[in-house]
């Protein structure tokens, strides 16, 4: 049991040069072999520390991102998804448009069985926008529980205060 | 990827000379186009800075209002949308007829496949008073999706102790 | 849009010599009549001030009361309802008691749609009890909603530690 | 409505010279008739005072119990429960066992609809145990709402880290 | 009622001379008799000193670990679980491999009729990695509740700042 | 070393026909020799449970107060103060006299080193008081640091936010 | 002991037809007799329904305000400062001067020994400010303790997040 | 650097044998010499499994104890301290005299530089006791130390409501 | 009383043209006069959305600023703060030295009496670096405050488990 | 302003190869130059993944562990930090000398004005022990702030109740 490095084929792991970009680029996601495709499981990426910038005024915005999925044949790889998530830095987009962006270039990535995004943004003027998309890989059980998902979805928002 | 704001067509923002009216007016509510009509997602409002008067004594309420949506062909911009809740400033109306009133308003701006609306006010009186409302397109799942979303909600009251 | 006090037609609101009872008195319920019948809506009371007497040695007992209700063509006015949870102030009975016969007394006074009252109890001897019920109106779909939030009731209980 | 001493034919209220026995005793539950048989309700006891002690190290153990029920013709007196929780002070039992037997000592006494006892017990060696039972009564919709409730346990572990 | 030492055949418990041995080993892993077969219940362990390393670059990894299981005719003896969770500590794998090693292992060793394990790991590089895994024995009713519990995960994320 | 009810003269310990007075009663109040008269100490009560009537409104008023006190040969009985805090029940009185009232009678009753009493009330009309008294034996130490207590007083005011 | 409204000498209380005023207007505090004015005690009121308008964009600004003061001769009668408070509703400063202005109106209604005044306004721009000041009346020893209030203030800032 | 069991002389540790004695034994408490004598510095332990019995109705009282010291020649043995705490279990004292009766002890044991003992009780009544004491010994820099600790404590009560 | 936008000079307000600056540029720090120079206040600004660059690796890194000063003749425009603190956002520089510099700018930009920036930064390699740094002008009281409030800085931690 | 790579002297930072010693060694601490010695400023660490084993059980520790101080001409470089808390891996020690251990090797690396070190350790039978310690340069004023900081330590001990 256990892996060690020789088992991987990762560009950027221990890549003591690794250029940080921080224009929108979705190339820099890799993945690596799921160990144990005969069996359905969640993981789950928290992500504090995102930022963009708004497509209107150019100011950075903030949020954290949660990112959960059952992988298929591969998974992300941790440093990869960092690298990823630093392209949005001087990026602009709507926060709605950001989080599908996000689902989107993941699912291409990796082929998971089942995604979720959900952005818990900054509040901007008083108010805070917090989006949230699912997937489900069509022709498997998991289109149906994406809908299912979907339509219990934050039945219990979190209680804001901007403080 | 990526938008600019000459994709949108938006009256509102970064107009400097923006009137901000007391008085309620739904008209201030502005849209934009859905990028993503093929995705069903979920768009979240935190709105902490709500506050009307009571129709009986005029004295000021407060509130934070929980604005939920599934976008059809149309999102709410969200400056608009601060517009529209700052025009409850100076209007007496009940907490009950408030949130549904939010909740027909932004119907009626975007047409949205879903909306739920949930506003926690202060306390009067040593009680406070939290309506919850919501509505699916009719002939779309989301009918179906509202009515359990409604016969499922809060069944975990937030602990509420005055201070 | 809005309300206003010609609206209404509410025997204790603004009366300033309001006599305050503190002896289990129902009829000081008030109602008032709902304006968006159309709509099945949520409204919830948080009323952390409530006292009664323990039946067998006096004492005061204190809890918060939580009750949440859809409401059909009425609706219970908040000041009225402070007024009949001030009732119990003097009153003695189990915390069980008080709590089913706090539903009764509203469903009596507004024929809602739908009603749950739950009480959470200061503890004595060391435990604390809450008991909650709810009601669906016969013949309608909540009806069977009410059998299933009773079956679903506090999968997750607070923590409780005393202090 | 209320209720007074005299409607009860109880043992131990008020008894002054009450004997706390510290071993094992489930002869201490005392039920009273239920006043709303006709009415589905719960009722849910915190008691965050249980201490008994290790079988193997004889070393106290201390925990939180929830008990929460649906009554069919009695109540459990929550006094009686009191003595019934003190009765493990100084006896020696597994934690799963002392919430299975805490449990079956409650059906015995009373017969509910529904009951579950969930205990969070203190860490022993770097790890905490959580046990949790219920039951619904055989050939009434509460056995199938038991196994629901079973399947549906606990899908958000409470977050724990020994401080 | 009551267990005794005399009991149970464990190895190690109150022996004095155990070895704390740091390399990965599920043979530490021990059972002990089921005395409630009759009844399907719930334990959880709750494990907030679980350390490994991590393979590509060897520094240590923090989590804390959730197991909860519904035991058929064994359970798991509680100081041989921290034992076993210790054999992680010189250990390298990734997070999600560590995760369904132990749920493999606990299986193995105890044949439960369900078992998940979720595992909340502290942040590397900005983003922390939360998996979760789950089994329900084949030819019960657990298969199918698995599938269920897996489809409704982690609804509610946590909030993650990483302060 | 340890007490018993024979080293004690209290009137109303274990009195089962306790009658509990809801109108202003000082007399309740009951002392007992302190065993350390050679060690200044702290004893705090924390208590939750206290409510009086609004001498404008006769409105019940809630309140948490916290007593500190350093004893010199007395000590208050819990159980006494628990029926003088009672005694405020349908008693009419400012918030900020309730307070000073009570620090005054707990001096004639057992005469301390020092006293500090905290009232921390639920608000009305939007607003909550909390006052605070405290008090030094002339001629001793604790004059002086009753002075100093007071200047440094609630430097970090908790937060409040009516829910 | 006990107050009555025949010993007071207030406008507004009680008075039904309260014209609420949301122009800035410190004519509306109102005060009456401390009966306590041989002992030093602290009052603090908790408002969090602050609202005030930005001097520059015209927009609402949301706060919770801290007033905490030792009266001298008089005391300030808390719906008057609720009726004050609300007079800045339509009103625009800077949060600064808000704060400031507070405190020395509150000073020439009540002339007291000591007041502080300490806002906590919502975020604009990603910033929030929260102004801090006092007064000790000359010649007093509370001139000395405003000093050192002062010099101590805060070390101990509140975590904010923006949520 | 770093100590093993040949630098130690403790009866306890490590022994099997262990019997856990219930009643009050002051004689259990084991000590160690402090290998930094040059060095002033604080040791705190955290108790939350404190129990005794009423010395009135001889029910279970509970807390946690905080107790904190600066030792000079001597350490307190942490396994001895929770054996001499476990020997309250059965033993019934007024909760003021628990908490003075634990630092005399532990003074006796081990003759610290500085010494406080802190109790946090569980509320009997709807009241909670909180009593705290300290000590510096007599002729060091700690005899003022402990009474301007004293003087300072507890400016800031924590929230306690019961639940 | 009151302010309106006549009263100003300011270069950014309501400067619809903003360049968002992401190179470190002290120079778009603004000043506006001190209305109440003759009040000592403090005036803090909560800053939640701040990152800069490793100086080492180039990756982002995030804080929590939090800064607190006492005007003089000047107090900072907090849009203009905004624009300053972005300005960090493509610049490099250990986090201890981050903290120094906003300080040193803000005193030159408006000599302030007294100023203190403390920086929470978001964990790298499991340990996360917290810089506190405080200024008193020399000459004035504030010299003798600021050294002071560095001595006592701090004395309680605040808890961080990097989640 | 800002900092590069080139001005440093660091053997760590960047080296790829680093090996990670599980034994422990204070060698592996590095420091770089103070940019601001002529400012008094505080650095903290928070360091949640500190882990060392027993030295009578050999089972292993966690505690979370707060280091701050005040730089003279030298800053400890937070890799090599992390390297020197990864050293106490597979080292035995008592918590208390843990802590001194700790800060002894971080003033002989950079020789600072002041440093304190608090560890926070979770429990071990039921108790758990949290040190702290802290030293200021003899013949500077730290040396008179530290005996300060000591006799002010801790005065609000942190709820702690082992879940
Ligand atoms: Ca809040
Ligand atoms: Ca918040
Ligand atoms: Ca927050
Ligand atoms: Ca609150
Ligand atoms: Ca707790
Ligand atoms: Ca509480
Ligand atoms: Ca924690
Ligand atoms: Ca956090
Ligand atoms: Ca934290
Ligand atoms: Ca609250
Ligand atoms: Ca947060
Ligand atoms: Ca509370
Ligand atoms: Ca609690
Ligand atoms: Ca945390
Ligand atoms: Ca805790
Ligand atoms: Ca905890």
């Known amino acids: 049991m256990g892996s060690n490095r020789?088992?991987?084929?990762?560009?950027?792991?221990?890549?003591?040069?690794?250029?940080y970009l921080f224009e929108?680029?979705?190339d820099v996601l890799?993945?690596?072999?799921?160990?144990?495709?005969d069996t359905d499981y969640f993981v789950k990426f928290n992500c504090p520390e995102f930022t963009s910038l708004c497509p209107i005024t150019s100011q950075p915005d903030f949020a954290t991102i949660y990112i959960s999925y059952v992988p298929d044949q591969k998974l992300v790889e941790s440093k990869s998804l960092k690298l990823y998530l630093f392209s949005f830095r001087n990026h602009g987009d709507f926060h709605e448009n950001c989080i599908v962006t996000i689902m989107k270039d993941l699912i291409k990535a990796m082929d998971p069985k089942y995604i979720e995004v959900w952005g818990k943004f900054l509040p901007r003027g008083g108010i805070s926008i917090d989006p949230y998309v699912n997937y489900g890989k069509k022709g498997t059980?998991?289109?149906?529980?994406?809908?299912?998902?979907?339509?219990?979805?934050?039945?219990?928002?979190?209680?804001?205060?901007?403080?």
């Open 30 to 37: 890799e993945v690596f072999d799921n160990k144990h495709p």
């Open 24 to 26: 929108y680029n979705p």
């Open 141 to 163: 059980k998991w289109e149906k529980i994406a809908e299912e998902r979907l339509a219990k979805h934050d039945l219990y928002p979190e209680t804001v205060d901007n403080r």
């Open 6 to 19: 020789g088992d991987l084929n990762l560009k950027l792991l221990g890549n003591k040069e690794t250029e």
